[in-house]
Nanobody, 122 residues
């Protein structure tokens, strides 16, 4: 019953910005790492940004200094602020969360959102 729902994708011109959001809902114990991936046509899925439960972040080299990942643990959300967008950022963006579904330390799984399209025109 755990769901991740993304929002915020769309069409933007190069140099513009978008903000993606992803909200987790359902019954679960806690959320560990939360990530954003993207999948462009003809390319492999790529990890764009990751944030741990305590806020430690990591970014792909291609988005460093342009994208910012953040999370709100009280609202069970993760966001991706994307600035200075480039045509090569065009892809379907997915959020992923490592969710513990019970108090059992080992009872945790990866959940994925449905994806949101980001298109950057030149």
């Amino acid at each position: 019953q755990v769901q991740l729902v993304e929002s915020g994708g769309g069409l933007v011109q190069a140099g513009g910005f978008l903000r993606l959001s992803c909200a987790a809902s359902g019954r679960f114990f806690s959320i560990n790492g939360m990530d954003w991936y993207r999948h462009a046509p003809g390319k492999q899925r790529e990890l764009v940004a990751a944030i741990s439960s305590v806020g430690t972040t990591n970014y792909a080299d291609s988005v460093e200094d342009r994208f910012t990942i953040s999370r709100d643990n009280a609202k069970n959300t993760v966001s991706l602020q994307m600035n200075s967008l480039k045509p090569e950022d065009t892809a379907v963006y997915y959020c992923k969360a490592r969710i513990r579904v019970s108090s059992d330390l080992f009872n945790e799984y990866d959940y994925w959102g449905q994806g949101t399209q980001v298109t950057v025109s030149s």
